[in-house]
């Protein structure tokens, strides 16, 4: 792939405030090896579109900028950077977010040590000061060992986000996986789970490497745009799993784990004052629906209204 070693790829939509400091981080890696960076920018009209213009004149030979007038989402922007990257492997960074001069060399080089088609850092949240996330595991092993502790651990120490880790470029396009263009909530660990699924071999450090920014602007803002799609994005992962291996799939779905509970609880929690009810009266709404995807039941398929090949 004309000796670019990583494809950085970060969707941009109107973050005018952040986008400068998240660019200097990844421009300023100690990484020995060529990579790019692709910017996706989606229908920003609060001068985005413009930083990006003035760092890709200043970085030709490192940045390339996808412009779009409309913002077709984060899903779309990502693939929309797959499509286009030219690394042996690729990791996402969004735009609002930074990451630690060694976070491509850390990765890259856990990449090459264990093999891995996947590697995964830890990270910091950044609010008022930074302070470790859960990802404090590590773990070498093939994919669906991987997802096996994912579901059964506690808190999801191994995080679902897409960002912070490193893909097999190759991997992703043998298996096409991209990200779902009708999810722009939880979109992030449907991709996650499709790779791993396939993954062979995958790695994870406890080392943070990046650092993910909390803001009140990003979170979600109603009950419909964090549950709803939460459930969706599961089933959306039982369908795939049963595509690609039933028996695995059966005994991966076969019942709620305490991590999987302990997110929906939580989306409940953030949700239930909008709603005029308590956190526990909305959790026992949503326990139908878990247990219509947990049930290790392959008739009990949920679509979505998506079609499946």
Not at 211 to 233: D, N, V
Request: overall charge positive; some cysteine.
């Amino acid at each position: 792939m004309n000796g670019t070693k990583i494809s950085v790829i970060i969707p941009v939509f109107e973050v005018k405030d952040y986008l400068g400091e998240c660019l200097n981080s990844i421009l300023n890696q100690d990484f020995k090896y060529p990579y790019e960076i692709i910017l996706s920018d989606f229908g920003s009209k609060d001068g985005s579109t413009e930083i990006c213009t003035k760092y890709e004149f200043k970085y030709p030979e490192r940045i390339y900028v996808i412009h779009s007038e409309r913002n077709y989402g984060v899903s779309a922007s990502r693939n929309a950077g797959l499509m286009s990257a030219r690394g042996e492997f690729v990791t996402f960074l969004d735009s609002d977010d930074k990451v630690k001069p060694n976070y491509l060399t850390t990765l890259y080089d856990l990449a090459m040590k264990t093999e891995s088609e996947i590697v995964t850092g830890g990270y910091y949240i950044l609010n008022k000061r930074a302070h470790r996330g859960w990802s404090r595991k590590k773990f070498a092993g093939s994919g669906k060992a991987c997802l096996k502790k994912i579901y059964s651990s506690p808190i999801l120490k191994f995080r679902t986000f897409c960002w912070g880790r490193l893909y097999k470029t190759q991997l992703l396009r043998d298996y096409r996986i991209t990200f779902d263009s009708d999810l722009n909530r939880f979109e992030d660990w449907v991709f996650v789970f499709k790779a791993l699924f396939v993954a062979e071999k995958v790695a994870f450090t406890k080392k943070p490497l990046y650092y993910y920014r909390q803001r009140t602007g990003s979170l979600m803002e109603s009950a419909e745009e964090i549950i709803t799609p939460h459930l969706k994005a599961l089933a959306r992962t039982k369908d795939f799993a049963l595509d690609n291996d039933k028996d695995f799939a059966l005994e991966l779905f076969a019942k709620p784990r305490f991590a999987i509970k302990e997110q929906i609880f939580y989306d409940c929690s953030y949700s239930h004052k909008k709603l005029n009810t308590s956190t526990r009266k909305l959790y026992k709404g949503c326990k139908e629906s878990l247990l219509q995807i947990f049930n290790g039941d392959e008739t009990k398929r949920i679509t979505d209204g998506k079609d499946h090949d």
